[in-house]
């Protein structure tokens, strides 16, 4: 049964997916006491990954933020396999967001907002957090997103 944080996410039209297998020799998320980590998200459903590409050539603003939406529905789900339940959040505390990023592409945190938009929107005032959010030259599978968040968590 969805928790109150689920049933906000569907109202919005959207949906925590299962959380996606790490792609590399890591895991995917950890958690220290009250506080859990997830590793690098990318915008991923099952297995493929559907943001590709430098931002500014090869996808717009419009289609990064829609990726960086879908890498922190990802954390989320990250996020719930850790705890069981996301209502068990009480507050999201950082984001660090990555934007694979064409020459003079200088709007990465309009691109993170996807993020942190459907955090806020999530969580409510929890959901609000200290952020970063840099371009980068290459990411991962060429992704053009790759998002961490910081959760912490009721024991």
Sequence with gaps: MAGIVE???????????????????YVPVIRMGN???????????????????KVGIALREEEAFHAARMCALNALAQIKA??????RVT???RVEGFVQS?????????VIN?????????????????????????????????LVVWAEVKE
């Design 102 to 110: 064409a020459d003079g592409f200088s709007k990465q945190p309009q």
């Design 35 to 53: 506080l859990v980590v997830t590793s690098g998200q990318l915008p991923v459903v099952g297995k493929e990954l559907m943001f590709k590409g």
């Design 91 to 93: 507050r999201i505390v």
């Design 7 to 25: 049933k906000r996410l569907s109202e919005l039209g959207h949906t925590v997916p299962t959380a996606p297998e790490a792609v590399g020799f």
């Design 114 to 146: 996807g993020a942190s938009e459907l955090l806020v929107q999530a969580f409510g005032d929890a959901g609000k957090h200290t952020r970063i959010a840099v371009g980068v030259n290459e990411l991962p599978l060429n992704a053009a997103v790759e």
């Design 82 to 87: 850790c705890v069981g339940d996301l209502d």
